[in-house]
């Protein structure tokens, strides 16, 4: 799994680099916005490292792009709704369906299905939708996933369905904070 998450990140990184070296400018990063079923509105900020969605700051986030008639979408709905649930205060699901139902069908989906996590139609997130197909190199292949670590970086990048245990495994990578080293632990390190 570590392997896939640096192949991922180089991937990203090296794209987006490419990316303001080929329009030869400073790198300039777009402020988007998107509005879930609810009616809640995030604003989405892309940076060199990933992107900072305003209300997720700290968490994980598993951003999915997802289709109300894509059968391995479909299967991972339940595993989504039992991380969110396990994770809840360290893990943040935002699902972007990408097969056309607008807000009200998408509600209703939603509420169908008792998912317990973000769901947003492409409607209200369109460009970010581009963003992550121009950044990504994303050809529209669902489901698709895009994995922030808890600053906000793209740690991982995956079209098709994981099984629960790797996504599992995923949050707990991503979860991780770099130990603070201090002179206790660096006193003990050295004998």
């Not at 991972?76 to 935002?94: E, F, G, M």
Request: glycine share 6%.
């Amino acid at each position: 799994m570590q392997k896939i998450l640096i192949i991922s990140s180089l991937f990203l990184f090296s794209f987006f680099t490419q990316l303001n070296a080929v329009e030869n400018k400073p790198a300039s990063y777009p402020l988007m916005s998107m509005t879930d079923t609810n009616g809640k509105t995030y604003k989405v900020q892309g940076t060199k490292e990933g992107l900072n969605i305003e209300g997720l700051e700290g968490k994980v986030i598993f951003l999915e792009f997802f289709g109300h008639r894509c059968p391995p979408c479909l299967a991972s709905i339940p595993h989504l709704i039992t991380l969110q649930k396990k994770y809840k205060d360290t893990l943040a699901i935002v699902s972007i369906e990408v097969q056309g139902y607008n807000k009200t069908q998408l509600a209703k989906f939603v509420k169908d299905k008792k998912i317990n996590y973000t769901v947003i139609p492409e409607e209200t997130a369109s460009e970010l939708v581009s963003y992550i197909q121009q950044g990504a190199q994303w050809k529209g292949s669902i489901p698709f996933l895009v994995a922030l670590d808890t600053k906000g970086h793209v740690q991982f990048v995956q079209a098709g369905m994981l099984p629960e245990e790797s996504l599992e495994e995923l949050i707990k990578d991503l979860s991780i904070k770099p130990k603070i080293k201090t002179k206790k632990t660096i006193e003990k390190s050295s004998k």
